[in-house]
């Protein structure tokens, strides 16, 4: 009997690690906006299967609604070159989250943000390549993402506005054809409108970076046109293929007509 209760034990166990390695997945779920959306985004464009193309890493569940990570990596057995990307989070109050343009430095494609998610929602990637469209994402749970507070005070958070900060993982210095990890981390408090004061309760407006474009000395990485879900304070991870250039150069734009341009020195990134 003893023998019995173990093996239905660690059955149990097994089945509960499958079960969980399962949800951990989470793929794209059938339910939601997408129907009502596809055609506004996208018009008459057909999208194809893009698991094998590249893969989203997002939680089922995730720790922060106002910071949620979402990780597009391409696989880099296959040879389509990822052009453009298009993140939307179906229902979010502006689905469009950030319709992005890679160089080819940026090959193979490994690029990470922060994003709100204001209910559970499918979290879509559009790739663009020379032979189609195709798409793959994650169900994520979350809410509030969108009407969380700010974690700064609104005069401190405008008064930092535009710093900007780039962090490399290897350490090393800038060397031509080295594939590196880069971060870049730029204060905004991108406000999405759907927040409120917490001392007048009344909703703070809309103000959030809607263009950003990142080169190496003169090689665009990328550029990214986002909307109210890209998260307070945004940050970038990637990889790209450095050119030798002393510097990532940083220009960002918000709704309220501010320009942040930056150089920011490779050899002095910690």
């Known amino acids: 009997m003893k023998a019995l209760a173990l093996a239905a034990l660690l059955s149990a166990v097994s089945y509960g690690a499958l079960a969980e390695d399962t949800t951990l997945k989470n793929p794209l779920t059938s339910e939601g906006s997408w129907a009502d959306l596809q055609y506004d985004l996208l018009g008459d464009v057909a999208l194809s299967d893009g698991a094998r193309l590249f893969d989203v890493d997002a939680p089922y569940r995730a720790h922060d609604a106002a910071t949620v990570p979402i990780v597009i990596r391409r696989n880099p057995d296959t040879g389509q070159r990822i052009e453009s990307a298009m993140l939307v989070i179906d229902e979010n109050p502006a689905p469009m989250a950030a319709d992005m343009t890679f160089g080819t430095a940026m090959e193979p494609l490994d690029f990470e943000l922060r994003v709100r998610v204001n209910q559970y929602s499918n979290v879509r990637v559009i790739a663009r390549t020379e032979e189609g469209s195709f798409m793959h994402g994650r169900y994520v749970k979350a809410s509030g993402g969108c009407s969380a507070p700010a974690t700064r005070d609104p005069e401190v958070a405008l008064a930092s506005m535009g710093q900007m900060r780039l962090k490399h993982f290897d350490g ?99």
């Open 172 to 270: 090393g210095l800038a060397a031509s054809n080295t594939r590196r990890e880069a971060q870049i981390m730029i204060r905004h408090p991108n406000y999405s409108g759907l927040q409120r004061d917490q001392i007048t309760q009344l909703f703070i407006n809309a103000h959030f970076i809607d263009k950003l474009e990142v080169f190496q000395g003169d090689e665009m990485l990328f550029t990214l046109e986002g909307g109210i879900s890209v998260s307070e304070n945004p940050v970038f991870r990637f990889h790209y293929t450095d050119n030798g250039a002393s510097d990532i150069r940083v220009r960002a734009r918000d709704t309220e007509g501010n320009v942040f341009e930056k150089v920011l020195q490779k050899s002095l990134s910690s």
